[in-house]
């Protein structure tokens, strides 16, 4: 596991944010440098122990989605070129795993859209026939397609956890007008991404964005369809009725989960294979969606 980051420190660049994943450093009055580390976060609580590659999969995943998505309007990235990057982010540690993006004024939401019946959805659904304030058809049973993606919209918590709210509960803390450009930019950017995804034989299960302001505009920002942000299904072993395999940290939350673990810090320990099948699902889930060798992406 020696190539695994937990942590990164980069002499000459302030550090202003260290979240449950990434490091946001200080480039000058318009751009930051976002590093990706290889933290796991699962049910909001960071593990101690990283994951190999992580990072830099989220990083080179999210590159490729920004240039992919780019007719669905602006987004917070500017280069993923280490030539661009401040000096002392161009070591072949860190540039993996450093974007060169623009300071935005964040919208304190994360968007979610779900296509299929999982994860929080599942467990509220099966209390109340609803997902987030939305009624849902009775006898659906886990990972089934829904008639339609449904917005979901939750809290952003730095620490502790997210909050799922209504549609409603977003319109009062942000207005109602950006409350429904959040909600038709996050739905035409999941479709977008799982008419991909159903190319290559994945289902985009769902996905969360984060957006904020640039120059007045609205961006998406942070990352975008990669295995932290979205629950990816393979189509030729996907199976409703249960939680199918997918390309992300289920495979984490499954276990821990398994285990009787309360989702309360500290998280437990994880074993070799656990993080070994983590990283391997990473990786597959950067080879399925780009068509690149993962060896051959650097």
């Known amino acids: ?105 964040r919208v304190d939401a994360e968007c979610v859209v779900r296509g299929y019946l999982a994860g929080s959805g599942w467990v509220e659904y099966q209390r109340s026939r609803s997902v987030c304030g939305q009624t849902l058809p009775d006898g659906l049973r886990e990972a089934d397609r829904l008639p339609e993606p449904i917005f979901t919209p939750s809290t952003k918590a730095e620490v502790g956890h997210d909050e799922n709210i209504s549609r409603d509960q977003l319109a009062e803390m942000v207005g109602g007008d950006l409350a429904r450009q959040l909600e038709d930019r996050s739905i035409a950017l999941y479709n977008e991404g799982t008419r991909r995804a159903e190319a290559v034989g994945l289902i985009l299960a769902d996905t969360k964005f984060e957006f904020g302001f640039i120059d007045g505009e609205l961006a998406v920002i942070d990352e975008v369809l990669t295995p932290d942000s979205s629950r990816f299904w393979d189509r030729e072993t996907y199976q409703p009725g249960s939680s199918p395999q997918s390309f992300d940290k289920q495979f984490v939350r499954d276990f821990v989960s398994d285990a009787g673990w309360n989702r309360e810090p500290p998280a437990p320990i994880l074993p070799d294979e656990v993080i070994s099948g983590t990283r391997d699902r990473y990786v597959a889930a950067f080879e399925r969606l780009t068509g690149r060798p993962w060896e051959a992406s650097a």
Do not use: C
């Open 1 to 105: 596991m020696s190539n695994a980051l937990p942590y990164t420190e980069i002499a000459g660049l302030p550090l202003i944010h260290r979240g449950k994943v990434r490091e946001t450093y200080a480039v000058d009055d318009r751009h930051l440098l976002l590093v990706a580390s290889d933290r796991l976060s699962a049910f909001d609580v960071v593990f101690e122990q990283p994951i190999p590659d992580k990072g830099a999969v989220l990083t080179r995943l999210s590159t490729w989605w920004f240039a992919q998505l780019a007719d669905l309007g602006r987004s917070h990235f500017v280069s993923a070129d280490r030539e661009r990057f401040p000096e002392p982010a161009r070591t072949r540690e860190l540039a993996p795993r450093s974007m060169l993006v623009r300071r935005a004024e």
